[in-house]
């Protein structure tokens, strides 16, 4: 019998992270499911942001990061001009699929769903993956 572990990123940031303070070390993490539970794998679902890079769900069972991050750095590097706050925003997604990778390095499986946005009526913005584990 093979034993596999479902992680959901938004409940896993939320619950332990963001809610109690806990700083998860991913690394640390496989390494206990896999010799505690041994876990044959990691499936790690979650949320990625592609600004604007077009993403085709029939094709891809999670998003190609390195497309994504090759496009934004593309993206970056061109002539346009950015102000600071933008720039920092796609440093922050690169940083994102940085993360992304080094999960991948740790054995994770990734499943990551493009972001979508949401605008309420109080003029606020919501980001959903909608990938509920």
């Known amino acids: ?47 990625i942001d592609l600004y604007g890079y077009k993403y085709d769900y029939l094709k891809n069972h999670s998003t190609p990061l390195d497309d994504v991050s090759n496009y934004i750095q593309k993206y970056l590097t061109g002539n346009k001009r950015f102000s600071s706050s933008e720039k920092d925003l796609l440093q922050k997604y690169l940083g994102r699929i940085s993360f992304y990778k080094k999960l991948e390095s740790f ?25 509920d584990v």
């Open 1 to 47: 019998m093979k034993t596999f572990a479902f992680i959901d990123a938004s409940n896993l940031f939320y619950g332990g992270q963001k809610s109690l303070g806990w700083s998860i070390d991913y690394h640390k993490l496989a390494k206990y499911l896999k010799r505690k539970y041994k876990v044959a794998k990691i499936f790690y679902f979650g949320g």
């Open 107 to 131: 054995g994770f499986e990734l499943f990551l769903k493009p972001v979508k946005v949401y605008k309420q009526s109080s003029g606020s913005i919501q980001k959903k993956a909608n990938c």
